[in-house]
């Protein structure tokens, strides 16, 4: 490898609490643009709003702090703008599967070409601990006395059933493996999903938990077969980890709008207004 991960360390130091998952995520993602060699120019971060969110600050690369939920249309509409940059969205659970919930089955539509990496630690971290969308049933913080009542979402599985070509787990106690799935993330062309569990060391702390669950996928997991990563999704007393599920034969979104821009009669604006006018 001619390249070192500290390469695309800004002079930012995290002010991550010691020990949060996020600083593994760094680490590993790091790690991967070295082993593919990306240019610090070519590398634009999308994040929104959180602990996790604060990632962009931390890379010598183009990067953008957003808006609370929206980490997946700023990645996208940079990715349309310029495709040849290498566009990584990144957040954590709440600003992913809450306030932005909204976005993964579209990304998902699309195909577009980009990693979604969402660091999961089951809570909201930057707000002080509330019960976020993928917190187990009966949390109980300060903001939910009684033990939160919802079920917690399945984002793997539900990333699957939106049809998303590239779905896999990584775990911040693993962070070599972890880095392996963002290279192959990254190599991926179309939309791939990543979620990590990446424990908040200060509000709910599941290393312990995680260590516990967490399994590779079955010997044998055919990352091809559709079946086979659901049926593995739906395990959630084990969480596996690895790639659940790949379609590299898909076309990538970026590319679809150049083939029909390519198509497009090259038409001025006045043609057509005129369209409208008549
Ligand atoms: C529109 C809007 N609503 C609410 C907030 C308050 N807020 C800031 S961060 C956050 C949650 C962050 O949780 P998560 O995305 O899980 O990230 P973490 O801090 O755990 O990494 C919320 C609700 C906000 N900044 N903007
Ligand atoms: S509050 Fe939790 S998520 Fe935020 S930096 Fe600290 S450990 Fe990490």
């Known amino acids: 490898m001619s390249r070192k991960a500290s390469e695309y360390r800004s002079h930012v130091k995290p002010i991550w609490c010691p020990g949060c998952g996020d600083y593994a995520v760094l680490n590993a993602l790091t790690r991967a643009f070295a082993s593919l060699e990306l240019r610090n120019e070519n590398i634009m971060v999308a994040s929104g709003i959180g602990c996790s969110s604060r990632f962009p600050a931390f890379l010598k690369t183009y990067g953008i702090h957003g808006v609370h939920g929206r980490p997946l249309p700023l990645a996208t509409g940079i990715k ?15 600003d992913g599967f809450s306030i932005g919930g909204g976005h ?26 509330q019960p976020s969308p993928t917190s187990p049933r009966g949390l109980q913080r300060k903001a939910s006395p009684y033990g939160s009542q919802e079920r917690p979402l399945n984002p793997i599985l539900m ?43 200060t509000f709910h702390n599941t290393y312990d938990h995680y260590r516990e669950i967490c399994r590779p996928l079955p010997e044998g997991h055919n990352a091809q077969d559709l079946q086979a990563a659901m049926t593995a999704a739906l395990e959630t007393e084990t969480q596996y980890l690895g790639i659940f599920y790949r379609d590299d034969q898909q076309l990538p979104y970026s590319r679809r709008l150049q083939l029909l821009r390519d198509r497009a009669p090259k038409l001025t604006l006045e043609t057509v207004l005129d369209r409208f006018r008549r």
Request: charge should be positive; proline fraction near 7%.
């Open 104 to 129: 993964i089955p579209h990304a998902a539509r699309r195909n577009i070409d980009l990693p979604y990496i969402v660091m999961d630690n089951n809570i909201y971290g930057m707000t002080k601990g």
């Open 159 to 201: 990333t699957l059933a939106y049809g998303t070509t590239f779905v896999a787990r990584a775990f911040s106690g693993q962070p070599k493996q972890m880095a392996d799935i963002f290279r192959q993330a990254l190599l991926h062309p179309g939309f791939a999903f990543v979620q990590v569990l990446s424990p908040c060391i």
């Open 80 to 94: 349309l703008g310029n495709p040849s940059l290498t566009v990584v969205a990144v957040g954590g659970d709440g």
